[in-house]
């Protein structure tokens, strides 16, 4: 069974910076991409980030480019985001997640979700 475990949420003053860090376990780490998600009240789950399975290749929403990294160490069986000059319209519930097929290149498709991260960016 995959278990995605997010941590890292927090309150932040605009133009601030958080490290969000997702753990996984279950099957091979190093074979799926990994991605981002986020959800605001009373919106839709957007997509944020997404990278590959070895790290070579990652791909941001128009909204957080420039702002925020994604990484992974599969070693540690960890991905990360990393958030820079946050706005309070990053507001959001923050899900890590993971492909559904081992080596997929370009759009992924999760099938596992952790529980999410609260991220509160004050104005």
């Known amino acids: 069974q995959v278990q995605l475990v997010e941590s890292g949420g927090g309150l932040v003053q605009a133009g601030g910076s958080l490290r969000l860090s997702c753990a996984a376990s279950?099957?091979?780490?190093?074979?799926?991409?990994m991605g981002w998600f986020r959800q605001a009240p009373g919106k839709a789950r957007e997509f944020v980030a997404r990278?590959?399975?070895?790290?070579?290749?990652?791909y941001y929403a128009d909204s957080v480019k420039g702002r925020f990294t994604i990484s992974r160490d599969n070693a540690k069986n960890t991905v990360y985001l990393q958030m820079n000059s946050l706005k309070p319209e990053d507001t959001a519930v923050y899900y890590c997640?993971?492909?559904?097929?081992?080596?997929?290149?370009?759009?992924?498709?999760?099938?596992?979700w952790g529980q999410g991260t609260q991220v509160t960016v004050s104005s």
């Open positions: 997640a993971q492909d559904s097929v081992s080596y997929r290149l370009g759009h992924m498709a999760p099938n596992y």
């Open positions: 990278i590959n399975w070895s790290g070579s290749a990652t």
């Open positions: 279950g099957r091979t780490f190093s074979a799926y991409a």
